[in-house]
């Protein structure tokens, strides 16, 4: 079984950048699709970005252009979050196959 810790959360002014890891114990990692999905405070989670085994990316509209998922290495994604703004305030988790992260807490406010 996968399991998946996220790091890298924290809290930055509005337009500032931040990078989130997402490091997996256990095989077979970097043959699923990967995901970030957040969650708001009083809002459901939401699936921000993916990246397939071979590297496709899709990401929401309300990140496309801001975000950028990619594999570090076999055991490692990452979400680069770039013009970061109040409204992405959430926890963010990494999933994989059935496997889901703890979160870590991504706070924009000026």
């Known amino acids: 079984q996968v399991q998946l810790v996220e790091s890298g959360g924290g809290e930055v002014q509005p337009g500032e950048s931040l990078r989130l890891s997402c490091r997996a114990s256990g095989n077979a990692f970097n043959l699923y699709t990967a995901m970030w999905y957040r969650q708001a405070p009083g809002k459901e989670r939401e699936w921000v970005a993916s990246?397939?085994?071979?590297?496709?990316t899709n990401y929401s509209d309300s990140v496309k252009g801001r975000f950028t998922i990619s594999r570090d290495n076999e055991n490692t994604v990452s979400l680069q979050m770039n013009s970061l703004k109040p409204e992405d305030t959430a926890l963010y988790y990494c999933?994989?196959?059935?496997?889901w992260g703890q979160g870590t807490q991504v706070t924009v406010s000026s």
């Open positions: 990246i397939t085994r071979r590297g496709v």
């Open positions: 999933f994989s196959y059935t496997n």
